[in-house]
């Protein structure tokens, strides 16, 4: 029976197999649950390993269970100094990114104020990043499962293109999707959320998908109204009362609308008709356009939620024709988009759906009565203003996060790809604003080089101050959260990981994540002559396309005699299973100490046949 069971069972020794980087979108609020709740049943209680390394364990169990414990309850870190993270690429001529600075060669101003750079780190995504794994993989004589490295969320922004900017667009993604790589996991959401498909590597399922997009106005769409009056320019009209935009508006109204004639030398009534069809017109386009932003920042942020929990390198690629965000609340919810972006390290692209864009003097076609004289110029002013306005959004996302942005040109092929590589490089630069009032007010960020040398650089415009201040049990929660599916493999502890598992039918398994600890070599404090420390360890399980299946926390308290700690050799192991079928899964351990707030983070990738 034994050797049966011998036959059936396999132990791999993890070296970092997938590296750092809607289903549905509910699925992030499970994770958050997850984690700030009790592990589940079946994590297993904390035991020193049961082999020869472990001597002390064997010699004196009593003594050793009465010197540790676990026990499942959640743990309350020491929170960092909250940092305002800024983001910068620095390309050279030729539009290359260079990644050979150091910290001083940058300045950062905050509201023309310098600010000390606390934190800084150069990272390098992509392929070379893949490469080098491959290669250590390789070293080590590991043949490991292909697993996903990188996660890229396509957003088509179905509220706002148009029908013909939408079928250039998806027959350059399908053609682009047709090369994704083994490694590679792509999904598609729409800011109206009637054609959703979650990360795979199924290219089939991509290309069916893709076929369904079409626009889908929150207005629906119609004739051209009269006046025609667009969201920019309602916005002129009411929000900013601009007097010259009331006026190209009245005038368009007066030659289009049947409106009452003059009966005498007085004032027309036709012009207090016009200003009445101007303004119910504005308003209703101010309602409409307003919504549709709004819409399209909810959906931005979920998805940037969604790509939060995807253990890879992540990005979004927003597939849009621009929108306006001219009301402050809009502006709230862009600065929580590029917040959360920074702070799970989510990479924001765009695409300008429009490709190389034109105005039409005179206005549309469609026009029953075509434009002349002051009302055409203006018309032809405001959509030019307008199309750069909504442009900007697009644009400012993807310099504050470190995205491409690729507008103005037909060749949606060469878009496509630009907008789903990575820099080759990029900073990351943080600071903790001095005496920062809780007030929610806009501050101005500026990055410079103190020796430029024809360097260009890619970064965010400002940031918002909070309104109130961090509540430290939810930025633990969080840290926690963002150590699990972070795409970084930490070793300031001494853990080793290791995966194991046991077939009872051709159906089911059981996978044991195995984290050995040395714990000789931790930081203790003196408590009652006992060297006390607290382990809390974090398992967590997804699959071959990245999603979260399962995952536990334990807390584990270690009150070691010195006698005892001396004899404990290498460390101790800790064990949880879950139950899984045959596949490919990647594993996430998590070990961080309360005494010296020191974390070890560790990657695996496992097969199970």
């Not at 460390?571 to 879950?578: A, E, M, P, V, W």
Request: hydrophobic fraction near 40%; aromatic fraction near 6%; charge should be negative.
């Amino acid at each position: 029976m034994a050797a049966a069971e011998s036959d059936r069972s396999r132990t791999n020794r993890c070296h970092g197999g997938w590296k750092r980087t809607f289903s549905a979108l509910e699925i992030s609020f499970v994770v958050l649950l997850l984690l700030s709740t009790v592990a589940t049943a079946q994590s297993q209680p904390a035991q020193p390993a049961p082999t020869q390394d472990t001597p002390a364990a064997q010699a004196h169990p009593d003594q050793t269970a009465a010197e540790i414990a676990s026990h499942e309850e959640a743990t309350t870190f020491k929170v960092n100094v909250k940092l305002v993270t800024v983001r910068v690429v620095v390309r050279d001529a030729q539009g290359h990114a260079i990644g050979n600075l150091k910290k001083e060669d940058f300045e950062l101003f905050d509201d023309r104020k310098p600010q000390v750079i606390t934190h800084f780190s150069v990272e390098q995504p992509g392929s070379q990043a893949a490469k080098d794994r491959q290669t250590s993989d390789e070293k080590a004589g590991q043949k490991l499962p292909s697993v996903p490295e990188h996660y890229v969320a396509f957003v088509f922004d179905d509220i706002h293109i148009k029908f013909g900017d939408l079928v250039l667009a998806r027959n350059a993604a399908d053609r682009h999707l047709a090369t994704l790589l083994p490694t590679d996991r792509a999904a598609i959401f729409t800011t109206s959320g009637q054609t959703v498909l979650d990360f795979t590597d199924d290219r089939a399922k991509l290309h069916d998908v893709l076929l369904l997009l079409q626009p889908r106005p929150v207005a629906g769409a119609g004739v051209t109204e009269c006046p025609d009056i667009s969201y920019y320019m309602a916005d002129l009209i009411i929000n900013k009362q601009d007097g010259q935009a009331m006026q190209a508006a009245n005038q368009e109204a007066i030659a289009c609308l049947p409106l009452a004639a003059s009966t005498g030398s007085g004032p027309s009534p036709a012009v207090g008709e016009a200003q009445m069809a101007v303004r119910a017109e504005a308003n209703r386009q101010l309602a409409i356009g307003g919504q549709e932003s709004r819409i399209a920042l909810s959906v931005l942020k979920d998805v940037v939620r969604r790509l939060s929990v995807m253990p890879g390198e992540r990005s979004m690629v927003v597939v849009s024709p621009g929108f306006l965000t001219p009301e402050t609340d809009m502006l709230n919810d862009y600065m929580d988009v590029v917040e959360r972006a920074l702070h799970n390290d989510v990479m924001i692209s765009a695409l300008d759906a429009r490709g190389l864009y034109t105005v039409l003097p005179g206005g549309d076609i469609s026009r029953e009565v075509p434009l002349t004289g002051f009302a055409a110029a203006m018309d032809l002013q405001y959509q030019l203003d307008s199309a750069q306005a909504e442009g900007d959004i697009l644009a400012d996302l993807a310099n504050a996060t470190g995205g491409a942005y690729f507008h103005n040109n037909n060749d949606l092929n060469e878009g496509f790809k630009r907008v789903s590589a990575t820099p080759e490089y990029f900073y990351t630069l943080g600071f903790s604003p001095q005496n920062m009032k809780l007030d929610g007010t806009y501050h101005k960020i500026k990055v410079s080089l103190k020796n430029p040398a024809k360097l260009t650089l890619q970064t965010r415009r400002g940031y918002y101050a909070p309104k109130h201040a961090a509540d430290p049990a939810e930025e633990a929660k969080q840290e926690i959260q963002d150590a699990i599916f972070s795409q970084e493999e930490m070793h300031d502890l001494p853990v080793e990981l290791h995966t194991q598992f046991f077939k009872s039918s051709d159906a089911e398994a059981k996978l044991s994540v195995l984290a050995h600890v040395d714990v000789k070599d931790i930081r203790y404090r003196k408590v009652d002559g006992r060297n006390t420390n607290e382990l809390t360890v974090v398992a967590a399980l997804f699959n071959q396309n990245g999603v979260f299946m399962q995952g536990t926390q334990k807390n584990v308290t270690m009150r070691w005699k010195d006698q005892t700690l001396a004899k404990l050799g290498s460390g101790i192991t800790l064990k949880t299973s879950f139950d899984v079928k045959p596949g490919s899964y990647l594993v996430r351990l998590v070990v961080r100490d309360t005494e010296g707030q020191l974390m070890s983070a560790e990657n695996g990738a496992i097969e199970i046949p």
